[in-house]
């Protein structure tokens, strides 16, 4: 490699933050029926070579990836062709994410210079996806000619695809020849008469559908949709919303009918309502689930197959690592005045690197992991962790805009969730009310990870029962929560702490969507 190529890489190591901090951190199944090393389980585990080079730099596909690669998407979809109740696609505001929302609509041609000017800026950046803010196949000629487009000018860039699935089976082999090898499918029920509660209308071949008959139709297609690209070994994942009253005890059903149709993840994630969305749902006062009814349905079907559980519930035209927005950083009007150099070495150089972080993250788990060895014990306590990314503990208290959840037991750790929050540190002040809501996301927690911490926020903590920790300042997030379980446990062992059941936290609506 040249000398200006190397320099060139560690310029962009230096500016990324979260993947230079001094080191460095699957999701996964077999592309049938089967279960694998998911969650935070580390590495290649049982997949196959093929599709483990397909997810290990999905971020969406693999939670371990998720800490080091990035996605974009592009708004080129604008049209949709059905509803769901828990939609307003004319809802846009740049503080607020939820199904369809985006700022700016594309062409084809201005969405590839797009993804040309993120991929040159942000090398981590391994994945287009197409989500919207419509359905991507009731909009089939921009969402493929932009594919066209990215794949003759950066060939290295993931294609990922969205949708309702209801025109799914027409494009299944236009899929396949673009080598769009990820595709999800949202599906919410296999039973129409739960569908007629979700969607009111779907427009197909001409004809508007309603009720019992349109749900009936849209889940045929989907299942039919689904069964097609799995034969033709596209990795398939569903997403499904979980709707309290709804469809929350159905979901179990819809696991088990896209498990036997080889999807190879489940997304379940918390339907997002509030009045002032303007959604069906929101409007008549449907809530979202908590995060223990969001948990235990996950926990429940887990043994069935993989779930996917840091889905950040993205914008139509988010950009970075997942739980970050810099899509202002790319709006069109700047994207035309950049000074666009796509360079291939580079972006290797730099995913090697990453790949270097990341093996490092995994040796450190593991080895931290033998220090549990001969403890048993039924106790399982959830750590709540300010992170920027690369798998480490990187982010101040009061500058964090969502905590990452993880579950330690003598079993292992696993990235459970993350819970959004209003940041504490307003302008320099911490606010009162912010530190409530935190407590909220939280609240299920014993112990907040954070590279930094306030006086006020710590003592507000503490009164709660939930230890804000600095001193894994820096360290990766899965060896340092392994550290404090085995210290916890003897804690809990000597008498100092008294191991407790705590209470059930929110899910705070109003946070990112769109796949
Ligand atoms: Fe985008 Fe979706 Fe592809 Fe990922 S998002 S099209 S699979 S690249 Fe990912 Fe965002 Fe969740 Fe979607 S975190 S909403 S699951
Ligand atoms: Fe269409 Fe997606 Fe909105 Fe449903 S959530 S109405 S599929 S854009």
Known sequence: ???????????????????????????????????SGCGSAAGQGDLSPEIWEKVKSHPCYSEEAHHHYARMHVAVASACNIQCNYCNRKYDCSNESRPGVVSERLTPEQAARKVLAVASNIPQMTVLGIAGPGDPLANPEKTFKTFELVTQTAPDIKLCLSTNGLMLPEYVDRISALNIDHVTITINMI?????????????????????????????????????MLTERGILCKVN?????????????????????RGAFLHNIMPLISAPEHGTVFGLAGIRGPTAQELKA?????????????????????????????????????????????????????????????????????????????????????????ASKGGGRINQHFGHAKEFQVYEVSTSGVKFVGHRRVDNYCQGGFGEEESLETVIRAINDCVAVFISRIGNCPREGL?????????????????????????EYLERVRSGEVEHKQRGDADIRQGALITT
């Not at 069109?332 to 666009?340: A, G, I, L, R, S």
Request: glycine share 8%.
């Open 240 to 260: 499904s919303v979980m709707i309290p009253g709804i469809n929350d005890h159905h979901l179990a059903e819809v696991n088990k009918a896209v498990k036997s």
């Open 462 to 486: 503490l009164k709660v029962g939930i230890e804000p920790v600095e001193r894994f300042a820096l360290e990766y997030i899965e060896q340092s929560s392994l550290a404090y379980f085995r």
């Open 191 to 227: 039973d129409p008469e739960i569908g007629a509660k979700i969607y009111p209308w779907i427009y197909y071949n001409k004809k508007r559908y309603e009720g019992a008959e349109a749900a009936k139709i849209l889940s045929e297609r989907q299942l039919l949709g689904l069964e």
């Open 297 to 385: 349905l996950q926990d429940s079907c887990e043994g069935e197959m993989n779930m996917m559980r840091h889905c950040r519930q993205c914008r139509a035209d988010a950009v970075g690592l997942l739980g970050e927005d810099r899509s202002d950083e790319f709006t069109t009007e700047k994207v035309m005045e950049m000074d666009v150099h796509y360079d291939l070495e580079i972006r290797q150089a730099y995913q090697e690197d990453v790949e270097r972080q990341r093996a490092a993250v995994v040796a450190a788990r593991n080895e931290e992991l033998k220090t549990l060895a001969g403890n048993e014990s039924d106790i399982s306590i959830l750590i709540a962790v």
């Open 1 to 35: 490699m040249e000398f200006g190529t190397r320099k060139a890489v560690a310029q962009l190591l230096v500016m990324q933050p979260a993947l230079s901090a001094s080191g460095q951190k699957g999701c996964g199944s077999k592309g049938g029926s089967g279960k």
